[in-house]
């Protein structure tokens, strides 16, 4: 009798395979697909913004120092540590901060990842870092981490600041994962999407901002 129980619903498991499953319309195209440049970075700023985001916008990378110096004298800043990554390496930034009077750490001056994880919750006031990219239609960032954009360059400290070149601009969060993942052969061991500072709801469902992560989070636009 067991035997015949077990064979009954294997075949109906089997029957079942057998069944085409109904068509999934396709989705209507996103309206963001169609903005341009501008609009785009016009839907960023917009969308950062009501997340409590500062957003400068600077001509090119020339006017990146200039205008880092600024926010550093009006944050009070005068240690942070910064990425090494693509957007951040040219700069230079340990030197325009001995031109500052900042003291701007990089990964490579830490012996050991302890000193690392110290120097990020405890001892600095703000991590700089690129972004790879950004996010039009939510006011995200995009950081994908590897030995020159350490995760917790971005999350630790109170203050975020990121340069986000113009040209990284994408429309939807669809268009962002498939620039991360284009190349399978290359995944990324850790991605963060960023949009404002950091937020939990843990807490009676209430909103709150800077319970863990930065509590600010300042983005330069380049270009």
Sequence with gaps: MEQNAREEILGKLKRALRIDAPSIPDMPPLSELALNREEMIARFIEELVLQEAVVHRVKDTSEVPEKLAEIAASEGLKRVIAS???????????????????????????????SFKDAVFDEVQAGITGADYAVAESGTLVIVHDTN???????APILHIALVPATRMVPTYEQAVEEVYADM??????????????????????????????????????G
Aim: proline share 12%; hydrophobic share 35%; aromatic share 6%.
């Design 84 to 114: 090494t990554d693509d957007v951040i390496a040219p700069l230079d930034l340990p030197s325009w901060g001995k031109e500052h009077g900042i003291t701007v750490h990089v990964p490579q001056d830490f012996p050991d990842r302890n």
């Design 185 to 222: 052969k290359n995944i990324p061991s850790h991605v963060t999407f960023t949009t404002g500072p950091s937020m939990t709801a843990d807490i009676k469902a209430t909103p709150f901002k800077g319970m863990h992560g930065p509590r600010r989070l300042i983005a330069v636009l380049i």
């Design 149 to 155: 954009q350490p995760r917790l360059i971005s999350l």
